[in-house]
């Protein structure tokens, strides 16, 4: 079992910047993607970065050029740097953490809200 803790969600005016970390602890195996996802009400479950054990990220167009990913691979620790914030950014952010080879697993965080105002 692999437990996320995410923290740093809260509200902020547009413009504004948040930083968001997820840790990772228990039975963390091998090399593994992390990544941050966002669901907003009435909206499905969207991919904002991810980033893997080597260092290769990937962004949703959503984020690019405002958001940066980042990883710590000695402390199983992502963060979600976020900047130049949209009302439209407002959702809930997940920490996910996955392998698809063996041993394969998938594990999200709870979730922390991220609210913009205009």
């Known amino acids: 079992q692999v437990q996320l803790v995410e923290s740093g969600g809260g509200l902020v005016q547009a413009g504004g910047s948040l930083r968001l970390s997820c840790a990772a602890s228990?039975?963390?195996?091998?090399?593994?993607?992390m990544g941050w996802y966002r669901q907003a009400p009435g909206h499905q479950r969207e991919l904002i970065a991810t980033?893997?054990?080597?260092?290769?990220?990937n962004y949703a167009n959503s984020g690019k050029g405002r958001f940066t990913i980042s990883r710590d691979n000695t402390k199983n620790t992502v963060t979600l740097q976020m900047n130049n914030l949209k009302p439209e950014d407002t959702a809930v952010y997940y920490c996910n953490i996955q392998r698809t080879w063996t041993p394969r697993y998938n594990y999200w965080g709870q979730g922390t809200q991220v609210t913009v105002s205009s």
């Open positions: 228990g039975n963390v195996l091998g090399a593994s993607t």
């Open positions: 980033i893997t054990s080597g260092g290769t990220t």
